[in-house]
């Protein structure tokens, strides 16, 4: 008997499930690490003293906003991109809202092309899962500018 019981330890043991690190909005130098594998980034202040990261995903430039940062650890983040002088119609960016799962698109007040995609960070998500976020991020970027003709000839 004791020797089942050993061994129901012992599997319980091996088998018991390994917790990955958490990461909150408070963690603001392990979401610039995690930002900086899919490329150049910076870590700046917004004028409420809020974080912000300046970045570039092969060549696009984006940023992400630390939003409701009130108790100073904030509960969300916002990835932004805009494309002055990149005009879409209502129809097109209607056409990729309808069709993509990842990444709200809008046309700003001077009618440029934006893209933003959020993150929940209000009770933490695994650092798997922020890597992956900023994964979704990068080709839901790449794939927007390329929608709207960002860099490419006018005709």
């Known amino acids: ?28 130098d392990d979401i610039v690490a995690i930002a900086s594998a899919y490329g150049e ?10 974080p912000r990261i300046a970045g570039e995903v092969d060549g ?21 991109a805009g494309f002055a002088g990149v005009k879409p119609t209502l129809d097109s960016v209607n056409a990729w809202n309808r069709t993509k799962r990842f990444g709200r698109a809008y046309v700003d007040a ?7 995609y959020d993150i929940n960070l209000e009770h933490g998500v695994s650092r798997e899962n922020l890597s992956a976020a900023f994964g979704v991020w990068s080709l839901v970027l790449g794939e927007f500018a390329g929608y709207v003709g960002y860099g490419a000839d006018a005709p």
């Open 60 to 80: 696009l430039p984006y940023q992400v906003f630390f939003l409701n940062c009130d108790t100073g650890n904030c509960e969300d983040i916002n990835f932004y």
């Open 110 to 116: 001077d009618l440029d092309a934006v893209i933003e």
């Open 41 to 50: 980034v910076s870590l700046e202040v917004q004028p409420n003293g809020q």
């Open 1 to 28: 008997m004791k020797q089942i019981g050993l061994s129901a330890v012992l599997v319980l043991g091996v088998c018991a499930p390994v917790y990955a690190q958490t990461i909150d909005g408070g963690a603001i």
